[in-house]
């Protein structure tokens, strides 16, 4: 059980264009998703917190123009990085909370993972 | 003062050790306490959670916390290189906040 899907895993763009990550609850409902960026030997940064129905909340220091985040439903958000430059390059990482553990039992599940490259 | 300190690492043991990992938290509110394991390119994966004093154990992993000590720790018994990793301490304040990650501890476990 679980589970937290990404798509793509790796994607290389070119500096200018708009990419889309999706995150997927599989076996599971997620009150929120969770967006993060990891650069290399870097610890991980939350982006935004995303709740369904609502408009997603960003870190200080994270433009909102250029991370768009919708959450569509209990099982699906998007981040969608826009106008990417090669600064972007990372590996962009979601996280989901079970609806069905409560509030207490808060445990974050991990995607896999997007490498993106902007070249 | 980060919110959630780690040793900064890298730690080494030898396979069959008792390989430790330490995490302090500054907010006293803090509610949920996790270990995640993340390999080298992957993403992190949850090994451990804790919300209570004392320890809790799965396998060989015991996870500690002391809340008025402000102090969370992560035990492997019997190391194996398959270990090998960084290991995120996270610390929750709330039933719906966001999680607050520590920098990471690197394990190595020598063969």
């Known amino acids: 059980g679980a589970v937290v899907s990404q798509h793509p895993s790796r994607v290389i763009c070119k500096s200018g264009t708009s990419v889309k990550i999706e995150c997927r609850s599989l076996?599971?409902?997620?009150?929120?998703m969770f967006w993060y960026r990891q650069f290399p030997k870097q610890s991980l940064m939350l982006m935004a917190t995303?709740?369904?129905?609502?408009?997603?909340?960003?870190e200080q220091g994270v433009e909102k123009d250029k991370f768009l985040i919708n959450h569509a439903s209990l099982t699906l958000s998007t981040l969608t990085v826009t106008s990417a430059h090669p600064e972007d390059s990372s590996f962009y990482i979601c996280?989901?909370?079970?609806?069905?553990?409560?509030?207490?039992?808060?445990?974050?599940?991990f995607g896999p993972g997007t490498r993106l490259t902007v070249l | 003062q980060k919110e959630v300190e780690q040793n900064s690492g890298p730690l080494s043991v030898p396979e069959g050790a008792i390989a430790s990992l330490n995490c302090t938290y500054s907010?006293?509110?803090?509610?949920?306490f996790f270990w995640y394991r993340q390999y080298s390119g992957k993403s992190p994966e949850l090994i451990m959670s804790?919300?209570?004093?004392g320890d809790k154990e799965d396998g060989r992993f015991t996870a500690q916390l002391n809340k008025a000590s402000q102090y969370v720790s992560l035990l492997i018994r019997d190391s194996q290189p398959s270990d090998s990793a960084t290991y995120l301490c996270?610390?929750?304040?709330?039933?719906?906040?966001?999680?607050?990650f520590g920098d990471g501890t690197t394990l190595t476990v020598k063969p």
């Open positions: 076996d599971f409902q997620a009150t929120t």
């Open positions: 995303s709740n369904e129905g609502s408009k997603a909340t960003y």
């Open positions: 996270a610390v929750t304040v709330g039933n719906a906040g966001k999680s607050t």
């Open positions: 804790i919300y209570s004093n």
């Open positions: 907010d006293r509110v803090s509610q949920s």
């Open positions: 996280s989901a909370r079970d609806k069905s553990r409560g509030t207490v039992l808060n445990e974050q599940f």
